[in-house]
């Protein structure tokens, strides 16, 4: 069974910039799309940035030219770099497939951007 674990976030001032890792433990193979999601308070859970296993990237609009998503095949592990952070931005952010074949969820990391 796949589990991901999330880390990196903190409380953060806007303009600051993070770094977020995803470990994914029991994958067998690298041929998924790896994806960011977030969720803040009171809001669905949303994707936030995806790359394939050829590198192709895509992002959300509101994040476009601020974050950036990477992966490292050989260590299952994925990353979110995220600058220019804005309030808007805080929210607990996971990772998964980008697929309606989700694997299980993992905790989820707190971003929060407040001055």
């Known amino acids: 069974q796949v589990q991901l674990v999330e880390s990196g976030g903190a409380v953060v001032q806007p303009g600051t910039s993070l770094r977020l890792s995803c470990a994914a433990s029991g994958v067998i193979d690298s041929a998924y799309t790896m994806a960011w999601y977030r969720r803040a308070p009171g809001q669905q859970r949303e994707w936030v940035a995806f790359?394939?296993?050829?590198?192709?990237?895509d992002y959300r609009h509101s994040v476009k030219g601020r974050f950036t998503i990477s992966r490292d095949n050989a260590k299952n592990t994925a990353y979110l770099q995220m600058n220019n952070l804005k309030p808007e931005d805080t929210a607990v952010y996971y990772c998964?497939?980008?697929?309606?074949?989700?694997?299980?969820w993992g905790q989820g990391t707190q971003v929060t951007v407040s001055s």
């Open positions: 790359m394939n296993s050829f590198g192709a990237t």
């Open positions: 998964n497939k980008f697929s309606t074949d989700l694997w299980p």
